[in-house]
């Protein structure tokens, strides 16, 4: 059974931060691109990180660059995203989504499977 299972959401006050964990089952998951979208009240689902499997290159949307941090372990199939510097745009329920592919970046990820999402609230 194919499993992604978000955890670490939460609330936090304008310039904080959190640490968003995704851990995966039940799929080689070495051979998958992982990554973030976030989807806010009245607003289309974004990408906002992914990391290319195996050589584990990072990528960013721009409203999130020098802010999020995205990391991967794969001996524990996890990914995580650290998040700083919170704004209340940020807000949104986060979602992990994984794809198999090398070639894969934020704009173009599509996510063979996703996971339920971890509501993320900041406030000003």
């Known amino acids: 059974e194919v499993q992604l299972v978000e955890s670490g959401g939460g609330m936090v006050q304008a310039g904080g931060s959190l640490r968003l964990s995704c851990v995966a089952s039940g799929f080689n998951f070495d051979d998958y691109t992982i990554g973030w979208f976030r989807q806010a009240p009245g607003k289309e689902r974004e990408g906002v990180s992914c990391m290319r499997s195996r050589d584990g290159m990072p990528d960013y949307a721009d409203s999130v660059k020098g802010r999020f941090t995205i990391s991967r372990d794969n001996a524990k199939n996890t990914v995580y995203l650290q998040m700083n510097s919170l704004k209340p745009e940020d807000t949104a329920v986060y979602y992990c989504?994984?794809?198999?592919?090398?070639?894969?970046?934020?704009?173009?990820?599509?996510?063979?499977?996703w996971g339920q999402g971890t509501q993320v609230t900041v406030s000003s």
């Open positions: 989504a994984a794809e198999r592919g090398f070639f894969i970046t934020t704009a173009n990820m599509i996510g063979d499977y």
